[in-house]
């Protein structure tokens, strides 16, 4: 795909609005293995210290955070009002912060998003267009392997594994491995998709969280058994432990002074007995093993699983990726919504747990031993129910939101309801069929008689479609995938036309790609009727941040305003790790390359929708 002048940082000057010469102490650091990652805040941090006689350390280790769900706007709102002993105020003022880096797609998924970080690439590119995929009368992971099988802590297991066959482009860890080959890469998630870009397709482990089986797992694709270091912490028993707790509030006085509805708003869901308010005690829970994860255990699990790799004797010997992907930031936000009291507890509690873990880095590796790249894989939304309650959108009180948020009140599109809609219509212009296979978030899927359709046949079949969708209040447009350019264009035009195109790959038996409107989303189904959920062009869901540190790599205490690709996560990462980038990051720039500050960028920000 052409760039043009694009690079990692894209258009209008690059603007560091601040920049700190100093940095808070480090205090003692805890033990490396907390277990559960504790939820205290942490101590205030401060200068980084230089060893008197450090080890001798040429090999880089690099953390790469993604923290699902984090919308920029959240992160420019609330990042500032949490403590300030936290772990993202120590990456701020360790590093540099882009508070607006925009994902070059429409269809703003998990897989995607991840896809998108780890390789530079679109999904057109990367032929990950969707979180999932048909797969006989229903959808599956669109990572599922049926060539492949889990494997856990207790051994190989019968259910399908997942890998990265559908993957086109190479990734950061697939260079590192490249040229690299004694390198170590580990990639922990709660989800596949959360852990698998990170990993590669040659990681040394890549693990996440299974239900089914309470633990966390991985595939034949990357091994035949399973990570010693991460049979304890990865089992089922310790899930168990973890959940033991119920999520209670930290600090009401703070919630209550900075979430904008009550708890208990309408239109949050309670995940299977889960509850709608505090305390949330997962043992109430019809499936525990699933709904702790929207919760900040989740994240802890992962966190823990993360500090335990970090005993492997090679961390600071060879060059060293650790992809941790936290995604109960994205199950809350589902859940709840982003106003909610649960989504501001969370962030907090994630805050803290961050503090810790960077703390067991600095006990590991001495705190300019390791560099930190964050970024999210796409934003969310606001809960429908929360349009004319007092105080609840901000926003709509000022005029042109530069996040294009909606301050109407949108809603839920139901991809069963939609699709018995369009069904009919589809009945109506061609006969009975069935045409219509299914629809996975966005796509709308043909059967093989819908696939085969003559020309005129098929036109006949998406006026048909395109006319029943304008009558449904949350439906924008439909759009016809083999009409796409062969070209898109570069990630510079960010009208709609060009993230759609750069949205939908060719050969992946797509058909139709569905487009809500502003304020509404596909029901994600963990508890149809209730939650929100992301997916959209618009910023609120395509603008993330990036926050960066790495001690004499990167520029401490600044704060980038300007927007940004995507791609500046990726280049950031090859940059530390001292690799060459895959082939769909050439050309883009990092915040570690002393070129990057002051450079020229090529966005002008869209107006609203």
């Known amino acids: 795909m052409g760039r043009g002048k694009v690079g990692a940082l894209v258009a209008l000057g690059l603007v560091v609005v601040a920049c700190a010469t100093s940095l808070p102490p480090v205090g003692e650091p805890p033990p490396l293995l907390p277990d559960p990652i504790p939820s205290a805040s942490v101590a205030p941090v401060g200068p980084l210290e230089q060893p008197e006689q450090p080890e001798a350390r040429p090999a880089p280790v690099v953390v790469a955070l993604v923290v699902d769900q984090l ?22 003022a360790e590093g540099t912060w882009v508070v607006d880096a925009r994902h070059p797609h429409a269809a703003t998924d998990t897989a995607p998003g991840h896809a998108m970080l780890f390789t530079g690439a679109a999904p057109a590119d990367s032929g990950i267009f969707a979180n999932e ?22 051994g190989a297991l019968e259910g399908a594994g997942s890998s990265l066959a559908r993957l086109r482009v190479a990734t950061v860890a697939d260079r590192l491995k490249e ?12 989800k596949d998709r959360g852990a698998l870009f990170g990993c590669g397709r040659s990681a040394d482990a890549c693990l996440w969280f299974d239900p089914g089986t309470d633990g966390f797992v991985t595939s034949t694709a990357f ?20 959940r033991e707790k119920p999520w209670t509030v930290q600090d009401e006085g703070w919630l209550r002074a900075h979430a904008t509805t009550p708890d208990d708003q309408p239109g949050e869901g309670d995940w299977g007995g889960l509850g709608r308010v505090f ?22 699990r992962v966190l823990t699983l993360a500090a335990a790799a970090l005993q492997d004797p090679r961390v600071g010997k060879v060059p060293t990726l650790l992809a941790v992907s936290l995604s109960s930031n994205d199950y809350v936000g589902h859940i709840f919504g982003p106003e909610s009291w649960e989504s501001w507890e969370n962030l907090r509690r994630l805050d803290g747990a961050l503090g810790v873990f960077f703390k067991a880095l600095d006990l590991r590796l001495g ?15 606001a809960l429908p129910e929360t349009h004319g309650v007092a105080g609840a959108r901000p926003w709509c009180k000022q005029p042109g939101d530069r996040w294009q948020r909606s301050c109407v009140q949108g809603g839920r599109l139901s991809m069963e309801g939609l699709r018995g809609t369009l069904e009919e219509a589809a009945a109506r212009a061609l006969g009975r069929g069935p045409w219509l296979a299914g629809l996975a978030d966005p796509y709308l899927f043909l059967t093989p008689a819908g696939r085969d359709l003559k020309p005129e046949r098929r036109r006949l079949l998406l006026d048909a479609l395109r006319k029943a969708a304008s009558k449904t209040p949350c439906v924008e447009r439909i759009e016809d995938v083999r009409a796409r350019p062969e070209v898109c264009p570069p990630f510079e035009d960010e009208s709609v036309d060009a993230l759609l195109c750069r949205s939908m790959p060719r050969g992946a038996d797509l058909e139709f790609y569905v487009l809500p409107r502003a304020g509404c ?16 062009p618009w910023l609120y869901d395509r603008a993330v941040p990036v926050l960066a540190r790495a001690p004499g790599r990167i520029a401490q205490g600044c704060k980038v305003d300007t927007p940004a690709s995507t791609s500046l996560f990726g280049a950031t990462l090859a940059a530390l790790l001292g690799i060459d980038p895959p082939p769909a990051l050439v050309g883009a720039r990092s915040l570690a390359s002393p070129a990057a500050l002051g450079s020229a960028l090529d966005f002008v920000p869209p107006s609203p929708p």
């Open 367 to 381: 705190p300019t031993g390791y560099a930190v790249v964050l970024s999210a894989d796409h934003g969310v939304t």
């Open 133 to 154: 995929a048909p797969e006989g009368a229903g959808r599956a992971s669109i990572l599922r392997d049926g060539r492949t099988r889990l494997v856990g802590a207790q």
């Open 279 to 300: 305390p949330h005690v997962f043992s109430n829970a019809k499936q525990a093993s699933s709904a702790f994860r929207a919760s900040p255990v989740g994240d802890e």
């Open 223 to 242: 091994a035949r058994g399973y990570p010693a270091w991460a049979r304890e912490v990865g089992s089922p028993g310790a899930t168990a432990r973890a």
């Open 179 to 190: 040229q690299h080959p004694e390198s170590l890469v580990v990639g922990v998630s709660l």
């Open 71 to 92: 919308a920029a706007w959240v992160a420019q709102e609330r990042w500032p009002e949490l403590p300030k002993g936290g772990g993202f105020a120590r990456l701020r």
């Open 521 to 536: 989303f596909f029901d994600s189904d963990y508890v149809s009727g209730y939650g929100t959920s992301h997916g959209t």
